[in-house]
């Protein structure tokens, strides 16, 4: 099988990597850091085969040359757009609406853009599949996490909609949306994180659901059955259990200077 993933070489999108890898699947792997990737890449199973793409996913011409390129070398079988920041953010302050918008072209748009250098070729043969991430997050809006919370919305609602999209094609989609995994993007969360998973527990449950050609899939399940509580909580209960929560450091907590 042909791989593409994009966020490949630190977090879910490594543990995803390694799990396809470990199966003896050509991977095409996307990442900023080209030293890193390249080093990533090594660590592989059969890594001369693998192909890296040091892209910037927000930077769409070279995003659709790497696709391009990697559809041109064999048929693309399985797209994952595995690429997300996680920052607090709030609109209170106005250095954080860049933060918020850098993380929307991150997290929302780049999917799109990664899913669209695939479909025209997936529609011709009548088959391929796409998995996006998603998150718990995306369920309720928390408080200082106004730019991810809502960026995983609308990751969840733009995934149902491309999936009736592009059923008529041959082409499935699945969403996975993680609970608490151990990353770099929650490496600073200052709040508690119940069933943390570590990437490569996560990425075995994630591969069967793939696998299953799933439309949805919260893993790990406790997190599942906390989600399905969280959405019909009325309003007001809700706004109380989160009013005092610790809250997602913003940008300049993390890069003070």
Known sequence: MRVFITGASSGIGAALSRAFAARGDTLGLVARNREKLIAFTQTLPCSEKHIPYAVDVTDRDALLHAAADFES?????????????????????????????????????????????????????????????????????LPGSEAYCSSKAAVISYLESLRNDVRPYGITVTTLSPGFVETPLTAKNPYKMPFLLEPDAFARIAVQAIDAKVSYKTIPWQMGVLAKLM???????????????????????????
């Open 231 to 257: 959405r019909i909580l009325p309003n007001g209960l809700f706004d109380t259990c989160v009013a005092h929560r610790k809250q997602k450091p913003r940008d300049k907590d993390l890069h003070p200077n």
């Open 73 to 141: 070398r064999g048929e693309t079988d399985l797209v994952i757009a595995s690429a997300g920041i996680s920052i607090g953010v709030k609109t209170e302050f106005l250095e954080d609406l860049d933060v918020l918008e850098r993380i929307y072209k991150t997290n929302v748009f780049a999917m799109a853009s990664t899913f669209h250098g695939f479909i025209a070729p997936m529609r011709a043969r009548g088959r391929g599949q796409f998995v996006g991430i998603g998150s718990v997050a995306g369920i309720r809006g």
